[in-house]
């Protein structure tokens, strides 16, 4: 790889790319070179194109002189994936921006890879449509991030990730060839599954320049219900004999005793003092079905002694009772002004015992754990907060991360719920799948990208 | 690759698998040169390991040897998928036949690939749980198979097809390795999703010797709902409209005049005579929402004048209902002895036009066209019933299938719905997916197979 960019390439990308779409001034590049995990890397350039056709250029030109290549959507994942970290070139989707149709007789829609998710959702619930994927950064996300990094979120439990929701993709691979895979049509087997490969790739084999999604009819009702427990093990109790009900909800979230207590310090939490573990229920359908499904985990938590139930069915409710959930991340700076954050995920029917096996390695260290997230899944964010000022407080919470890690291991579980391997858990990958699924990965790459130019060092 | 079994190949088959587990006797063996797509060939021999050891120790001389391999397990897929058309190994998954567990706190399973999806279904909703995946065959195909075809089934709708169940996977790669890909965790994303990538590549990467599966609540009731129109092109209308109301049906299935008509000549049909299309429904869930949905249905339907309009609740009644939908492909010979049958999707807002076109095809040669199938996922089972003994139909019958797959690319469609491409459809393929997309799966097998000895000859 060279170390920056020739000056024959640079003239190539002008031409490709005419006025203000080309930027190499390093002050406007900072913004190019740092995403949500707060690392941080300069680009040689950044590009924006406006035209699948550009793209396909830029990989060409990239693909001959070799030039890293980093996709970038908003910068919003957790774990490094888009840092330019060999300097190369960013490619921004941006402009590539366009939802180019939703056609409710197909249940399909098809979106440019710069369009943000809430709008895609927003566009599609006018129509009476679902495009149920729903990370937490769905208003400022985009579709192109959430395709490579697998994007979960609150509703997988029902709806399935990302991945679930995808039917066909238009890619520019190295050397300037356009890979169309999948078709518009709700079921598919007519050779290997490119799609899917290509989702959770984290942009290592190509750029995705625009996918078809399956949508389907919009819900029409949906109610939510908060339940507390004076118990700490109580919640994921409650939990599984909520779900042998029969019911499927569309989210269920757990928050353990030290999320709730740094959200009662913020003030407005809905549930009275002294409760040790929480459950966030919503279900959605027709209106009959969410009263009736509500009714049916209203069942089974009742069996469990809740100190707290309290259910909503309109929007303010629903929202009154979710606003807690929202403020964690920011609450738990109550415990420290510093955070190692992890997000893994276990087989459900391990979410107790790895609760309570983090809050032993987090305590050991004097650190405090704030677990909460998507129970259903097994799928937990794990904050440890500290304060970095004091001493051994950083190192502790840095071992204590590696900790929970091989913890997850162990219990059957994926260093990466939702988020992604990016940088942050390279380390970490060939611990977990072994070195014969790792080498695999590696050589299922050089099929597209030969000379390894797309999003180099990342995610396997 | 060689012409036949070494003699040293056979005395390490020989040890490899003790007593009758080795199959050499040419009789014996005619049993495993046959699916159901009528094709027919000879394999040099078949085996029978009870343990997943003895699968990699066959990969490890297969791959040393050259010896083409082909897993097998009910032999019930469509497309010639499981032939041992350069003869070669069968290794048939009859012996791995084990649901390892069920786990109800995980929402997961692990079975073998030997087991009979039914069983499998069975076994599951003994403890609450639903596996969704129901292929037609899921009396007598196997989760082996399902998993190579990516089996769809009626009610693909609202559950997906096999691969959107399955977590993780054990499987033995040619050379002799063992790949581990996913988790029990229904939220994974660390690493190119290899599990996905073996689901629908039909035996051509590796031999699945186990396979997680997710599980969901069984829903606790279904129902059912017939409609029947005076107009051909009244149901694709009227589906449109259903599901505009918010519904999203567990199945939906259409049958047309054709289909109609043969189901009437048999005797049973429900309906009134005159009808010229159909729909079939069934939503499932709480007791609540199955009858609020149903409710909906009807409305939506009811705008359209249906001709007939009957619903089920008990057992009792949605087998009337569905009775017919399982006896069009036995009814269809009404019109002939002869069938050209072919599996395609096109988009769903295609349905009318495709199901028009289909029968101009048809009947412009002399066919019978007896449609049929998914509506709900633009999924259409065509069978051209003809007479091959008159002079030309059985041209006819090859030519008009080959032009109903035309139609199907032209339309945005695929040319299999949920068979598999198999030796069947493997001319169309690069039609479909172009050339570029071809070499890269031809390139992706090759990282797993670098010899060529999985299944060969198939798929891409």
């Not at 004999?241 to 353990?256: C, M, R, W």
């Not at 303010?316 to 606003?323: I, K, P």
Request: neutral net charge.
């Amino acid at each position: 790889m060279p170390a920056f960019l020739s000056s024959s390439a640079l003239r190539a990308l002008r031409d490709i790319y005419p006025g203000d779409a080309l930027v190499t001034d390093p002050a406007e590049l900072l913004v190019y070179g740092a995403d949500a995990s707060r690392g941080r890397a300069q680009p040689w350039a950044a590009v924006l194109p406006e035209r699948p056709e550009q793209v396909v250029e830029t990989l060409r030109l990239a693909h001959l002189e070799r030039i890293p290549v980093y996709p970038r959507g908003r910068g919003t994942n957790r774990v490094g994936a888009c840092l330019p970290l060999e300097g190369g070139l960013v490619i921004a989707t941006a402009r590539l921006n366009r939802i180019l149709e939703i056609t409710p007789e197909d249940f399909a829609c098809t979106v440019q890879p710069g369009v943000i998710t809430a709008a895609l959702r927003d566009a599609c619930a006018a129509r009476g449509l679902l495009y149920a994927p729903d990370p937490a950064s769905v208003a400022y996300s985009t579709i192109g991030g959430n395709l490579a990094q697998n994007a979960g979120g609150l509703r997988a439990l029902k709806y399935g990730t990302t991945r679930d929701w995808v039917l066909g993709l238009h890619a520019a691979l190295p050397g300037g060839s356009i890979l169309r895979t999948g078709s518009r049509c709700h079921k598919d087997v007519a050779g290997l599954d490119l799609t899917r490969l290509f989702v959770g790739a984290e942009g290592t084999l190509g750029f995705v320049l625009q996918a078809t999604l399956k949508l389907i009819p919009l819900p029409q009702a949906s109610a939510s219900l908060l339940a507390v427990f004076a118990a700490e093990d109580q919640a994921p109790l409650a939990a599984a004999d909520a779900l042998a009900s029969g019911v499927l909800p569309a989210a269920l979230e757990y928050l353990s005793a030290e999320a709730m207590e740094a959200l009662e310090h913020l003030g407005d939490a809905p549930w009275p003092a002294g409760g040790r573990s929480a459950l966030l229920f919503k279900v959605d359908g027709s209106p009959e079905s969410a009263r009736a499904d509500l009714a049916r985990l209203r069942n089974a938590l009742e069996r469990h002694s809740p100190a707290f139930l309290e259910q909503g069915d309109t929007p303010a409710q629903e929202d009154r009772l979710w606003n807690p959930r929202r403020q964690i991340s920011q609450a738990a700076f109550h415990f420290g002004p510093n955070k190692a954050s992890d997000d893994i995920a276990v087989p459900r029917g391990q979410v107790a015992n790895a609760v309570a096996r983090i809050r032993n390695i987090a305590r050991s260290r004097g650190l405090v754990p704030v677990v909460f997230g998507h129970l259903g899944d097994g799928n937990l964010h794990v904050s440890l907060m500290h304060d970095a000022s004091e001493p051994d407080q950083a190192r502790h919470a840095a071992q204590a991360k590696q900790e929970v890690l091989a913890l997850t291991i162990e219990l059957g579980g994926t260093i990466s719920g939702e988020h992604g391997v990016g940088v942050s858990k390279l380390d970490w990958l060939e611990r977990m799948r072994g070195p014969e699924a790792v080498s695999i990965m590696r050589q299922v790459k050089a099929v597209f990208d030969p000379h390894g130019i797309m999003n180099p060092g990342k995610a396997y």
